[in-house]
């Protein structure tokens, strides 16, 4: 953590002063440690205004609304994939639990509303039990874990779809298809939902003992352990909460386009990673940011955005952008918070 | 290599998961060969065999450079994307004759792998997400680059790497083979070899003991981006066009779990190079045998996984064995 309320606060100024030789965190450390926490909003903000002043149609509400319902989907993916993060994991699967969740989203829409939102909700937070046991009970690598289930479930979703070739379609769900169509105050329900789930992932991640025990976990398991955190429930736990969150983003998806695409979600794990680490948090675990999180899915939703305001740039200058960026944000942020630790 | 003392009271035990656990993958790939042999009409034809080598040849090349990345506790996300952009390369320099075109391409493995080395070793990014960097802007490059089309070669000489054979056997199988002996050698026989796995064994008592941690993890990327536009390159010429939107797609996968099911622990510090040569193999052969028996698509996946998940987990204890 970093030292730089030092000065105003009491019990940190105490601490500087036991440790031997006292050094005041230079104005240098302290602007990296701001920038390492909040950096992803600052370029989030020069971005909008750069955005504002190259692009014409791009300051205006409808784009915005646009960029905020486009996110959406992401956002929620990479809420758990923030949890994950923090907890020392990874997980590979959430672009097969997306589709999962859409195409069982669409099969389930004969049973009502319920069904529809219900059928992909708990499918999907059962086959996150079955990663958080691999990797939390059964103690193996949660990218090797991960990985299977990225194919696993993906073959799953292709038995329901008879081999990909069936798209099933949304059928009298009146409640769930308003759920991904409707709006309230000009602003898509998908936006709420993402908007709700940052507010209460954040205040579980920050103020109850689950989110200090996610943190301990990710920190030093082995140390976790020794403190009496149920470090295998914790974990387990990690995984049931980015799949369902990954299957109700598939879920709300189909809501919104009114049919359930078994080929949607292919590569969306990356996205969702590069959201998180664009966000500031670390793969090492232990630390880590839900607001970053949310700045990283809005610039990425940005660049998109700026690449389809440039007619002749197709989806691969994105993917060739959203890339390079990506490069450039992680190699600032390890010099930054080299910068603090020295 | 780490030849595991086995404490004597549960000795039994333990060597029989020691023994499971280094020969487990050849077990398999023996046991599957004789089903086949056994139940799979035409399985012994040459034409087959051929085949099957044919399709898994680029696969064993890309493993390679990654079973060198996973010893040294680092993983390659982005050789799939160096496919992509060799393939997307060739065909704009074919003009200058193939070689010049091959040059290229390789080159570009060279500097994706050079990239990838330098933000692992020199800036200190985790290696996952330095390689997921370059496997999203890769593919996008070479989108851009190809305009997104694919296009017929009509080289001959690149055709003739592709489809023609030496004594029977596919240039491209040769190509895989020899590059599964050189690399065999280089991590048996030589101090880099040593280097690769004390690093993955510990960076930290690597540079203390002054190996050349820095050069090295920059070699070994290197490696395995040129060893990837190698696959993309014999790719493109057995597929006689260059595709950069599917060439390599998920190969990346493949590759980890070739790497992973033939012995080498994620954790580094170990590398077996035969044992990701058969787990290719033998992941190759599961598709096949799954297809030969009319299994659709989406049941082939989940046995794929469940075979990584049950792999994975017999050699989970080696780590505290």
Not at chain 1, 47 to 74: E, M, Y
Not at chain 2, 111 to 137: D, E, H
Request: charged share 10%; proline share 3%; hydrophobic share 55%.
């Amino acid at each position: 953590m970093s030292a730089s309320g030092a000065l105003d606060h009491p019990d940190a100024a105490l601490a500087a002063a036991t440790r031997a030789p006292v050094e005041e965190p230079g104005r240098r450390e302290r602007a990296a440690g701001v920038m390492q926490r909040g950096g992803a909003w600052i370029v989030l903000v020069l971005l909008l205004i750069i955005g504002a002043i190259v692009f014409p149609d791009f300051a205006t509400s409808a784009n915005f609304r646009n960029i905020a319902i486009q996110s959406s989907f992401l956002a929620l993916a990479a809420i758990g994939m923030t949890f994950v993060i923090v907890g020392a994991g990874i997980d590979l699967s959430v672009g097969s639990m997306l589709a999962l969740g859409g195409v069982l989203g669409a099969y389930g829409s004969q049973w009502g509303s319920a069904g529809a939102l219900g059928l992909p909700i708990v499918a999907c937070a059962a086959l996150g039990l079955v990663n958080g046991m691999l990797v939390g009970r059964f103690r193996m690598a949660p990218f090797i874990v991960t990985l299977a289930s990225l194919l696993g479930v993906r073959g799953i979703v292709l038995a329901i779809s008879d081999e990909g070739d069936n798209t099933f379609t949304v059928e009298d769900a009146v409640f769930f298809s308003s759920l991904g169509k409707d709006t309230l105050l000009g602003i898509g329900y998908p936006v709420y939902i993402a908007i709700f789930a940052f507010a209460a992932a954040a205040v579980v991640l920050n103020r109850t003992r689950f989110g200090q025990s996610v943190f301990a976990v990710g920190g030093n398991e082995d140390s976790a352990r020794l403190m009496g955190v149920p470090v295998t429930r914790v974990t387990v736990t990690l995984y049931v909460i980015s799949a369902t969150l990954a299957g109700l983003a598939g879920a709300l998806l189909t809501a919104r386009s009114g049919s359930g695409v078994p080929k949607i979600g292919e590569g969306f794990e990356l996205l969702a990673i590069a959201a998180v680490v664009i966000g500031g948090t670390l793969l090492s675990g232990g630390a880590g940011t839900l607001g970053g999180t949310l700045a990283g899915v809005l610039l990425l939703g940005v660049i998109q955005n700026f690449i389809n305001q440039i007619p002749n740039l197709n989806a691969s200058y994105q993917s060739l952008v959203s890339g390079l960026f990506l490069v450039v944000v992680v190699v600032v942020q390890t010099y930054l918070s080299r910068e603090q630790r020295l | 290599m780490a030849e595991a003392v086995m404490a004597p009271p549960q000795s039994a035990r333990a060597a029989r998961l020691g023994w499971i656990q280094d020969r487990g993958v050849y077990v398999a790939f023996v046991a599957l060969i004789l089903f086949n042999l056994a139940f799979t009409e035409n399985f012994a034809a040459v034409s087959n065999l051929r085949l099957q080598l044919v399709q898994v040849a680029p696969i064993v090349i890309v493993s390679l450079g990654m079973a060198l990345v996973i010893a040294t506790e680092g993983i390659d996300l982005s050789v799939g994307s160096v496919m992509a952009v060799a393939a997307a390369l060739i065909p704009l320099y074919l003009g200058y004759g193939p070689w010049v075109a091959v040059g290229v391409a390789l080159a570009a493995g060279l500097t994706m792998g050079a990239i990838n080395g330098a933000l692992v070793s020199v800036v200190g990014v985790q290696p996952i997400v330095a390689t997921l960097g370059l496997l999203v802007a890769g593919r996008g490059f070479a989108l851009v680059m190809a305009d997104g089309q694919l296009k017929t070669i009509r080289n001959p000489t690149l055709l003739s790497l592709g489809s023609d054979s030496f004594i029977g056997i596919p240039y491209t199988v040769l190509c895989a083979a020899g590059a599964a002996l050189v690399v065999g050698f280089v991590v048996r026989r030589t101090v880099f070899g040593r280097r690769v796995v004390a690093i993955g064994g510990s960076r930290q008592a690597s540079v203390l003991a002054g190996l050349p941690v820095r050069r090295t993890l920059m070699t070994v990327y290197i490696t395995a981006g040129v060893l990837a536009a190698f696959a993309g390159i014999i790719a493109t010429a057995r597929l006689q066009a260059s595709d950069p939107s599917s060439v390599g797609q998920l190969l990346e996968l493949s590759a980890i779990t070739a790497v992973v099911v033939g012995g080498t622990p994620l954790t580094g510090g170990r590398v077996r190079v035969i044992g990701t040569v058969v787990g290719a193999l033998l992941m190759q052969l599961i598709r096949a045998t799954l297809i030969a028996h009319d299994l659709p698509d989406s049941s082939a996946r989940v046995i794929e996984a469940a075979i990584i998940v049950a792999a994975v987990y017999i050699q989970r204890q080696r780590g505290s064995a």
